[in-house]
């Protein structure tokens, strides 16, 4: 069983700051690609940003230059530093990863719980 776990979502004023993190953890042999979706209530769940087990990452043009996604391969975790927020990049926040488990020995997608971001004055 992998479960990803994201913390770090709340509410931040315009032009604020949050860091989210999300941690994989259960029978892990290895992590591909990680990411972070958005899903606005009525649309479809969208990439924000993604990167890869070397470190390559890519972003969504809407948030280029603002958010920054990391990863720290020993601890299992994928951060997204989101800077500059706005109005419009208030939703929820969805952790991806794509795990190879130590049961089934096969690359599957896993997804977090979500965590809800609210940027308001």
């Known amino acids: 069983q992998v479960q990803l776990v994201e913390s770090g979502g709340g509410l931040v004023q315009p032009g604020g700051s949050l860091r989210l993190s999300c941690s994989a953890s259960?029978?892990?042999?290895?992590?591909?690609?990680m990411g972070w979706y958005r899903q606005a209530p009525g649309k479809q769940r969208e990439l924000v940003a993604a990167?890869?087990?070397?470190?390559?990452?890519s972003y969504s043009e809407d948030v280029k230059g603002r958010f920054t996604i990391s990863r720290d391969v020993a601890k299992n975790t994928v951060y997204l530093q989101m800077n500059s927020l706005k109005p419009e990049d208030a939703t929820i926040y969805y952790c991806?990863?794509?795990?190879?488990?130590?049961?089934?020995?096969?690359?599957?997608?896993?997804w977090g719980q979500g965590t809800q971001v609210t940027v308001s004055s």
């Open positions: 990167i890869t087990s070397t470190a390559s990452n």
């Open positions: 259960g029978y892990i042999f290895s992590i591909g690609t």
């Open positions: 991806y990863g794509s795990v190879r488990s130590r049961t089934s020995g096969m690359f599957s997608a896993y």
